[in-house]
């Protein structure tokens, strides 16, 4: 796993990693036993205080998806998606082909993910969008 930080967008560097860790939990890119990157190695990769991957870890363990094994690691206990669910299978292929004709059209990462929440949030607050 590879955590990314946006250093603009006000939120917290530790619950940017917790929420990376959340969402590769939920898509299946993380499943129970496997091993987070060491506090070193994210450090190393993103330039960030070793004490923001410690808190983003105990955060992940105080909600019971990881475990700290002293001198081993931390390791994922639970996921969080249906990574062997035949609709989630069929929604991805159908978004992949989504963002692919969005890319063509000349959007960018911001203009997609503006886009979708703002589509995602009306549909969940009940609000229709085919009229």
């Known amino acids: 796993m590879e955590f990314r930080i946006e250093r603009r967008s006000g939120v917290p560097t530790y619950l ?3 929420a990376q860790v959340r969402r590769a939990l939920r898509v ?12 070193r190695a994210v450090v190393e990769a ?5 004490n923001t991957v410690h808190k983003a870890y105990r955060e992940l363990e105080r909600e019971g998806l990881v475990e700290a094994r002293p001198g081993k690691g931390t390791f994922v206990l639970h996921a969080l998606g249906r990574p062997d669910s035949v609709t989630d299978g069929v929604l991805r292929t159908r978004l992949e082909d989504w963002v692919n ?24 607050r009940g609000e229709r969008t085919d009229e």
């Open 16 to 18: 940017q990693l917790v």
């Open 101 to 124: 004709e969005a890319v063509a059209a000349g959007l960018t990462v911001d203009d997609v993910q503006a886009l979708f929440a703002d589509v995602v949030e009306r549909l969940y």
């Open 28 to 39: 299946g890119a993380l499943a129970p036993g496997d091993r987070l990157p060491t506090a």
């Open 46 to 50: 993103i330039a960030i205080n070793p």
